[in-house]
Each structure stands twice: as structure tokens, then as C-alpha cells.
């Protein structure tokens, strides 16, 4: 592989392993937000559901008119019921463990079994008392007042009297059932709620940093791996020019990293291999020489052996054997194909 190539994949393994936590994380903290959202959500039902019961609880003991009395507790119902209807079909409770999901159903169910009990049948003898001429008898004495007052004029089992006392039954069924169906439950869910919101952002955080330390772990190691296998073929190949220099051509560079340092031994030792067979013809060709001159030879006859030697051994299609007299440079022989001169235009 290419130095380049595996410096680009390098680079891309690195953004792809940041970009895949980064969005591991972004993924973890919108988990978390969702679940803040959840726990807010949660704090306004209870605060709508504390005013609900307050005003429940209330109902019989404030002097107001009847149908004053009755609209400022359909407010408080119908936004507790709005709120909490929205609290508990929250998509994001799926987030939750196993255990408070099915105590999100155990309230959802908790809720319309006081719906259907205790609030509706309230609900539709309370449009029959409105309708009624009991709300022009109290005025704004209020319930329990009202009560009194009437059973002190019509006798305390008159009729008027025991609308009353069945008013303020209703509402004080209706307090407990709220309290011991609703509000415990709703507060057990809350504080669940923000103990594991709590857990799962502590743990989110121990996860950012363990991923931040194996980043930066990662990148550290595979930059030491990539310079590692980049300063190593730099020593070979700076030991082994060091010899060339020192004259010994007779030696192999041995890379097998399959990149361009490979191929520079390649082109390497083909070049060092082809140095020394010059070498060693040129060796052969100087003892070529020293024998025959060892012997009776004419000097023409030594000159066109010389002259051979030397095209047999460049390689060469022609030589010419000259000689230098009076500082004048002289031919003396010619071996070879010379090409024609070229005809002036």
C-alpha cells in the first residue's frame, strides 16, 4: 500500500472514529435532554395535581357561590387532566427502565379508574344540584356554612341539607382517592424519575471520557504504527547508501513494506547489481589487457583489442581509439556502424 494511500486511510479512520462517538454521544445527551423534558413535564402534573387537591380539599370551606366554587375546580380538573394526559403518553418514557414504564401504566390506570368512579358520577350530580334553585339558597356563605345555617331554619334533615352533606362527601372520597391513587404514586414516579436521570447522565459521562481516552489512544497508536514503519525504512535505506558510499556495491536493500519504499529497493538493487557487473566486466577487461600485453604483440593489434573490449563491454555500436600528441587529440583507430552524414539542405 502506498505511503499516501495509508496516510488518507489513517486520516479517514481517525474522522470516522471521531465522528462516530461524537454522534454516539449527541445521540447520549438527547437521551438525556428528552428525559429532562420528561422530568419537567412531571413536576408541572404534580403542581397542577397539588392544586387539584387543594382545591378538592377546599371545596366545602370556601365562601363563594356554588357555581364559582364549581368552575374554579373544572379549571383545576381539566388542566391537571390535560397535564398529566400528556405526561403519561410521553414517547420518551420508552427511554426508561422496565419498572417505571409499568408504573407509568399503573398510574394511567389509576387515573381513569378515579375518572370514571369518583369524578364523572360527581360531575353529572353536581350539573343536577346547579340546576336546581340550592345555588340561589346558598349565595356566597359556601357549603358548609350553608349547611349549618339551613339545618338551624329547615331542620338538619331537610332536603337542601342533605344535597349538602352529600357535596361534601363526594369531595372528601374524591381528596383521598386523589391522594392515596394519584399524588403518593405521582411522587414515587417523579423521584424514580430523577434518580435515574441522574445514573444514566453519570453514566453518560463516564462513557464521553472513556471514548474521548480510547480516540486519542487509537490515533496516538496507529500514527506511531504508520511513523514506526516510515523511520525504519529510512534507517535501511540510509545505512545502505552509507556502504554504496564507502564503495561497496556488492549489496542488497531488502524492503517488502508495499509502498514506495519497496520500490525504491527495487530500482536499488538493480542498480547497485548493474554497477557491479560494469565492475566485473571491467575487471575481466583489464586482465584481458595485462595478458596480452604480456605477450609480443604489436601495438596496432593491442590497440583494436582495446577497442573491442571497450564496445563489447558498454554495449556500445561504435568506439574510436585516439591518442593525445602535442596537446592535440588524434585518431588512431575507428570500430564500428557510423551513420551516414546528414545531407545539407
Known amino acids: 500500500m502506498k505511503i499516501r494511500v495509508r496516510f488518507t486511510l489513517l486520516q479517514l479512520l481517525i474522522i470516522a472514529g471521531f465522528l462516530g462517538s461524537m454522534s454516539f454521544v449527541f445521540i447520549q445527551f438527547s437521551r438525556v435532554y428528552h428525559l429532562k423534558q420528561l422530568e419537567i413535564q412531571s413536576i408541572q402534573t404534580s403542581t397542577a395535581l397539588k392544586t387539584l387537591e387543594q382545591d378538592t380539599r377546599l371545596f366545602s370551606s ?6 364559582f366554587l364549581w368552575e374554579d375546580w373544572k379549571t383545576s380538573f381539566q388542566q391537571f387532566d390535560t397535564l398529566y394526559a400528556e405526561m403519561l403518553n410521553n414517547p420518551y418514557h420508552r427511554l426508561l427502565r422496565q419498572d417505571a414504564i409499568v408504573q407509568k401504566k399503573a398510574l394511567d390506570e389509576s387515573w381513569t379508574t378515579v375518572k370514571e368512579m369518583e369524578i364523572q358520577p360527581l360531575t353529572g350530580s353536581f350539573q343536577k344540584i346547579l340546576s336546581s334553585n340550592l345555588p340561589a339558597l346558598i349565595g356566597d356563605n359556601g ?7 339551613i339545618g338551624l331554619k329547615e331542620g338538619t334533615e331537610s332536603v337542601q341539607v342533605q344535597q349538602l352533606a352529600e357535596i361534601e362527601a363526594d369531595f372528601d372520597s374524591l381528596k383521598d382517592s386523589l391522594v392515596m391513587s394519584i ?4 411522587e414515587h414516579f417523579i423521584i424514580n424519575l430523577s434518580d435515574e436521570i441522574e445514573l444514566f447522565s453519570s453514566k453518560l459521562y463516564r462513557i464521553t471520557i472513556v471514548i474521548s481516552i480510547l480516540i486519542q489512544a487509537g490515533g496516538i497508536f496507529f500514527v506511531l504504527l504508520f511513523t514506526r514503519s516510515f523511520s525504519r525504512n ?3 535505506l540510509e545505512r545502505t547508501m552509507a556502504k554504496v558510499s564507502d564503495g561497496n556495491f556488492n549489496i542488497n536493500l531488502d524492503i517488502h513494506s508495499g509502498d514506495e519504499f519497496e520500490d525504491i529497493s527495487k530500482h536499488f538493487n538493480a542498480l547497485t547489481q548493474d554497477l557491479w557487473n560494469r565492475i566485473e566486466s571491467m575487471k575481466d577487461m583489464m586482465r584481458d589487457i595485462g595478458s596480452l600485453t604480456g605477450e609480443d604483440t604489436e601495438i596496432g593489434e593491442l590497440e583494436d583489442f582495446i577497442l573491442e573490449l571497450a564496445i563489447d563491454n558498454t554495449g556500445a555500436d561504435t568506439g574510436i581509439f585516439m591518442t593525445v600528441e602535442e596537446g592535440m587529440l588524434v585518431l588512431r583507430k575507428a570500430l564500428g556502424y557510423f551513420p551516414p552524414p546528414m545531407p545539407l539542405p
Not at 143 to 149: A, D, E, G, P
Not at 183 to 186: A, L, M, N, Y
Open 183 to 186: 399524588s403518593i404514586p405521582t
Open 234 to 236: 529510512t534507517i535501511e
Open 62 to 67: 370556601r365562601h363563594k357561590n356554588l357555581r
Open 143 to 149: 357549603i358548609k356554612i350553608s349547611s349549618q345555617l
